[in-house]
């Protein structure tokens, strides 16, 4: 069994809303092995978003600790979390979430403004990245001339380029016909087989969690079962 | 787990370098790009501002260059002790011959002395076109009155002769005034006065005067006094000394001031008038398009929730937010600034009339840009579109990131 590279511990979350506090999270408690794909399931509002926003660095936690890669990230001000987002997480998103102004390439390349690489390695990394989502072709394009598929594509490149510790997908094929999302799931698959990828997805869609290695259920803020899918 | 995460590519880049982080200006650009009529209309706002800004400006520069390119540094013009122009001057002609006998004045090549004792004297003549008086310098000049003044070249007719009723008027005289045409004759003290010839004077105050003979016009308007006595230096650097031993000698009661000098005070009080009273308004105008870009910023950043949340969320951080549509709001003024100052340069071509309260005159004077002014304009655009912008900047730059992308 290979060290945990995401280990959770007691997080609790709750929200606000109005003059009430709504619990999301109640006390959970689990590890994620690395090189592991992960799908966390549950019904809306069981709380499976808010606990990837708390992993990715997104959120912060009420109470509890969350370790990625050995870094107590609930500890970091909120700078130095921006910087370890910036260069350990990899964003997959519904709406794809490209910024329209940008080509493919540059929505691309904009992680990789936020590190030291100089712009002729910038543009190997985002050349290497768009032929892993077979979209060498597109690079010029414009989101709005790319289908949702490709669009997704990109954000996938975008998520990679950096080489994160974990990738962290919020619905990634909610927004897609069968067949994108069929395209989707297999390119993060094979990124996770391939390239050793940490992938942590959040679903509805249970052809979406079957590519999973592990699925995990989440119930009003209560981890359910922890099961290993069929491979 | 520390050993494998140290492992990780993208630990290599973990050192911040200055200037990572930021979002580049094509961003911002494109962003304003893309709703460019939005853009348009905005930045047409801070042109508009930007264009009045410059053209006072210019306006007030033009009066300058025009006033202070009347004299010349090296001739003194002597009036009475307490009087601010040559109109409210008085110098008898004891006293003029006094002046004219002092070792500095220069000597021309005819081994005359370049000195002339002027009268200036203001009538009120109707302008072509519409029937408005305006007041108007009629200068009495000396023999070397044109010797003094070698930037006035006589373009048609010839000089008046001593002793007639000839006088002799500026280009700006000659178009604007009814009467002020070679060959036509103007009413003025009594008498019917020929104009003989028109003068260019260049850039210059002169261009708004008529000139005749000195002692003609004291008669018709029955002076005793000259108004002037203007003379060439025989040594510029001589100036300090003979102006404390003349101002200071009991038998005269005059002030001496180098010519350039002395036009230049008469441009001081109107430049600075319209300057407080351009600016005054430019910053009352500017905060309408200052709250025109800020309501444009504002709906740029609400439209773009999404993609701010998205930006953070990749590990962009506030200050990257906040210098993107700060950015963004600069480039909205600055486009509004190259306009407005683009549509001012055209003032150059314009030359305008007026009162130059002052020598109570008219004196006519282009709007001149320069250096300066375009660097003012181009920052006072710059202020326009950070004021506008900083407000939605920041608010775009306090996002919470999970909302924001809930918002998207």
Redesign the interface.
């Known amino acids: 069994m290979p060290?945990?590279?995401v280990s959770i511990e007691h997080v609790c979350k709750s929200y606000r809303r109005g003059s009430q506090i709504v619990p999301v999270l109640e006390d959970i408690t689990f590890d994620i092995p690395?090189g592991e794909f992960l799908a966390l399931m549950g019904p809306s509002g069981s709380g499976k978003s808010t606990l990837l926003?708390l992993i990715?660095g997104?959120?912060a936690v009420d109470a509890g600790t969350i370790r990625i890669?050995?870094?107590d990230i609930t500890q970091l001000a909120?700078?130095d979390l921006?910087?370890?987002?910036?260069?350990?997480?990899g964003?997959i998103?519904q709406?794809y979430?490209l910024?329209?102004?940008?080509t493919a390439f540059?929505n691309v390349e904009?992680?990789l403004?936020?590190?030291?690489?100089s712009k002729k390695e910038r543009q190997e990394h985002v050349s290497l990245a768009l032929e892993v989502v077979n979209l060498s072709d597109r690079m010029d394009h414009y989101p709005s001339q790319l289908s949702g598929g490709q669009q997704q594509r990109v954000a996938i490149a975008?998520a990679v380029v950096?080489?994160?510790?974990i990738l962290v997908a919020d619905e990634p094929t909610g927004d897609l016909d069968r067949k994108s999302a069929e395209d989707i799931l297999e390119l993060m698959e094979r990124l996770n087989r391939e390239s050793g990828k940490t992938i942590i997805l959040v679903t509805h869609d249970p052809r979406a969690a079957k590519r999973a290695r592990s699925v995990l259920h989440l119930e009003k803020g209560v981890l359910n079962a922890h099961h290993q899918a069929a491979h | 787990m520390r050993e494998k995460s140290r492992g990780n590519a993208s630990d290599r880049n973990a050192c911040r370098l200055p200037g990572f982080g930021v979002i580049p200006v094509s961003y911002s650009f494109r962003n304003l790009w893309t709703r460019r009529l939005t853009t348009v209309l905005t930045a047409g706002g801070m042109a508009l501002v930007v264009f009045v800004f410059a053209a006072i400006l210019m306006l007030a520069e033009g009066l300058k260059k025009t006033l202070v390119e009347t004299g010349s540094w090296n001739n003194v013009l002597a009036i009475r002790k307490g009087a601010v122009t040559e109109v409210q001057s008085g110098i008898d002609r004891a006293q003029a011959a006094l002046i004219e006998t002092q070792p500095e004045v220069s000597s021309g090549p005819d081994g005359k002395r370049l000195l002339a004792k002027e009268v200036v004297v203001l009538i009120s003549l109707l302008k072509r076109g519409t029937d408005k008086p305006a007041n108007v310098v009629i200068r009495g000049i000396g023999e070397q009155s044109l010797a003094l003044r070698p930037q006035v070249k006589l373009l048609e007719g010839r000089l008046p002769r001593p002793g007639s009723s000839e006088v002799i008027a500026g280009t700006s005289i000659a178009g604007r005034f009814q009467g002020g045409g070679i060959g036509e004759t103007l009413r003025f003290g009594m008498r019917d006065w020929m104009i003989v010839g028109i003068f260019d004077a260049g850039k210059t105050g002169f261009n708004s005067e008529i000139w005749g003979d000195a002692d003609q016009l004291m008669q018709a308007f029955r002076r005793t006094a000259y108004s002037s006595v203007i003379f060439a230096l025989r040594d510029s650097a001589a100036f300090d000394l003979m102006k404390q031993r003349l101002e200071n000698d009991p038998r005269l009661t005059v002030e001496m001031k180098r010519e350039s000098e002395y036009y230049k005070e008469q441009s001081e009080m109107m430049a600075k008038f319209l300057t407080i009273l351009g600016l005054s308004l430019t910053v009352i105008f500017s905060f309408g398009a200052i709250i025109g870009a800020m309501i444009t910023m504002y709906a740029a950043v609400a439209n773009r929730t999404g993609e701010i949340g998205t930006l953070r969320a990749l590990g962009f951080r506030r200050s990257s937010i906040l210098g993107a549509f700060l950015m963004e709001s600069l480039l909205l003024g600055l486009v509004g600034g190259c306009i407005g100052l683009f549509l001012a340069s055209f003032m150059q071509l314009v030359t305008i009339s007026t009162m130059n309260w002052q020598t109570f005159s008219e004196l006519a004077f282009s709007f001149a840009l320069t250096p300066e002014i375009t660097l003012l304009s181009i920052a006072f655009s710059l202020v326009m579109g950070f004021v506008g912008g900083f407000l939605p900047a920041v608010r775009a730059s306090r996002m919470n990131i999970v909302e924001a992308l809930r918002a998207g």
């Open positions: 060290p945990p590279i690395e926003n990715a997104i959120d890669g050995g870094v909120e700078t921006a910087q370890w987002r910036a260069l350990h997480v964003f998103f709406f979430n910024i329209p102004v940008l540059e904009l992680p403004l936020l590190t030291s690489l975008r950096t080489d994160p510790s």
